[in-house]
């Protein structure tokens, strides 16, 4: 009795360390470009979309979004310091030509594997997406959505998705957040308004001829964090719900 009742306080430990590995791509197939003239484009694959003169390279006559540190892999501490997730940079070059075609959206599909580590069980990998409204501006002075502009005119990068999730598994409760370094801030109307997105929305902006790198660290914890909503988005949704998947294996294990 004394040996089951040990087994048992053991099988409804809390998790204290997870496998992760987390995983971003855009989805070609969602990403749309504003027209614009000839001798420019738009062009879009997993871990890069561009726009500018048709031909020429990101960074001298084209911009781009790109992903970077993706996949990425490790080991996270529950209640423990975060990891490094994927990282988004925004490459701003302000020589595209008049009416060159743009950027207008784009999708990322993520998805997060998780495993408690050192339990031998298969990572459970679960998958959402988000959307990118994005406005490339006219860089004529008092035309700027973004009045604070140092070189006019800033872009704007807006960025939807779900905040702070949870998960269960066996018996506890567990919270996942992606922080984001700089961090999402709510733009004021007028901005979001310029790159198609509704009044409330959260991104930040880039400075014309400047890279801008957005960091996504994960975090997993044990109580809900107390953080602001343009602080922290959360790459996955309702989807990490399923987590309970293995919360059943587990049972079935115990039984």
Request: hydrophobic share 45%; charged share 10%.
């Amino acid at each position: 009795m004394a040996a089951a009742c040990a087994v048992n306080a053991a099988v409804a430990a809390p998790i204290m360390q997870w496998d992760y590995i987390v995983d971003s791509a855009f989805n070609v197939d969602q990403t749309f470009f504003n027209a614009g003239r000839a001798g420019s484009n738009g062009l879009a694959s997993a871990l890069e979309v561009s726009w500018g003169v048709q031909g020429g390279d990101v960074g001298l006559n084209r911009s781009a979004l790109q992903i970077s540190n993706t996949p990425s892999a490790g080991t996270l501490d529950t209640d423990g310091a975060s990891k490094l997730a994927n990282t988004y940079t925004h490459i701003n070059n302000g020589a595209l030509g008049l009416n060159s075609v743009s950027l207008k959206s784009t999708q990322i599909d993520a998805s997060l594997s998780l495993r408690p580590t050192g339990s031998g069980l298969a990572y459970e990998a679960f998958t959402a997406n988000y959307t990118i409204n994005f406005a490339e501006t006219r860089n004529v002075a008092g035309t700027c959505a973004v009045t604070t502009s140092a070189v006019p005119c800033d872009d704007i990068f807006v960025l939807s998705g779900s905040l702070n999730e949870t998960f269960d598994f066996n018996g506890f409760r567990y919270f996942v957040s992606f922080f984001a370094a700089p961090s999402l801030t709510a733009l004021a109307p007028e901005v979001c308004a310029a790159a198609n997105a509704a009044a409330g929305c959260f991104g930040f902006t880039t400075q014309e001829f400047q890279d801008t790198a957005v960091n996504f660290n994960l975090v997993i914890t044990s109580q809900a964090i107390e953080v602001p909503e343009p602080a922290s988005i959360a790459l996955l949704g309702v989807g990490l719900l399923g987590l309970a998947g293995l919360r059943g294996r587990k049972q079935k294990t115990k039984a």
